[in-house]
């Protein structure tokens, strides 16, 4: 099916363990976004890819790390996870154009015990 | 300054009223304004946006109003529904960026029938 899929949807792990969250999109979007949402913070930028092997930085990056060899994977390692990377992870995906409509993926729910 | 503030954090309407949910920002450089709609276990969904150079933008039930000059902008629901009742997001995008979107705290609708 057409569309942005993340795995796994619910995720439970301890500190310190390496996490890697998955995203796969059908469109052939050019970009691809991680955000994490908590409450009160609305929805924060991790990382963004504007195409393949293109990667920077968002507004809280630090404790993950991203890669894209494909255009349609664009996976999110949390490289020693912490309580406060506990939230909800959702991956987008945008064509380059000026609508910039951005489509959402169902989300992971991410918890570190 | 590049934050969006959204107010209020949470909303209860009666069917059949009007929900007004405000955003401001401080980016001038700002070029696109989307609403966010999100269910309760779903991603977000684009639901109306708008460009500073239009005032109004109203498609169905949904009404934004952008104030270029005062960097205000509201979501306007008319005659709201129970089927209304989400999380709703304001965002801002940055030009040369793709979709880099930058969401306000969320607004929480509860319609009651």
């Known amino acids: 099916d057409a569309g942005i899929t993340q795995s796994p949807r619910y995720k439970i792990t301890e500190t310190g363990r390496q996490v890697t969250l998955m995203c796969h999109q059908t469109?052939?979007?050019?970009?691809m976004f991680w955000y994490r949402q908590d409450l009160g913070h609305g929805l924060r930028l991790i990382y963004y890819?504007?195409?393949?092997?293109?990667?920077d930085k968002g507004e809280v990056p630090d404790g993950y790390v991203v890669s894209r060899s494909k255009t349609e994977n664009f996976p999110l390692t949390l490289e020693s996870a912490t309580r406060s990377q506990t939230s909800v992870y959702f991956c987008?995906?945008?064509?380059?154009?000026?609508?910039?409509?951005?489509?959402f993926g169902p989300g992971t729910r991410l918890t570190v015990l | 300054q590049q934050q969006v503030k959204q107010s209020p954090q949470s909303l209860i309407v009666q069917k059949g009223g009007i929900s007004i949910i405000n955003c401001a920002y401080e980016?001038?450089?700002?070029?696109?304004f989307p609403w966010y709609q999100q269910f309760p276990g779903k991603g977000p969904a684009l639901l109306i946006a708008?460009?500073?150079?239009?005032s109004e933008k109203k498609e169905g039930r949904f009404t934004i109003s952008f104030n270029k000059s005062a960097k205000q902008f509201s979501l306007h629901i008319m005659d709201s529904q129970p089927g209304d009742s989400a999380t709703y997001f304001c965002?801002?995008?940055?030009?040369?960026?793709?979709?880099?979107?930058?969401f306000g705290a969320g607004t929480i609708l509860r319609v009651k029938s």
């Open positions: 987008a995906s945008s064509e380059r154009r000026r609508d910039y409509r951005a489509f």
């Open positions: 980016n001038t450089a700002f070029d696109y």
């Open positions: 469109w052939s979007h050019s970009y």
């Open positions: 708008i460009r500073p150079d239009v």
């Open positions: 890819s504007a195409a393949a092997d293109i990667t």
């Open positions: 965002a801002a995008s940055i030009p040369g960026y793709g979709n880099k979107l930058v």
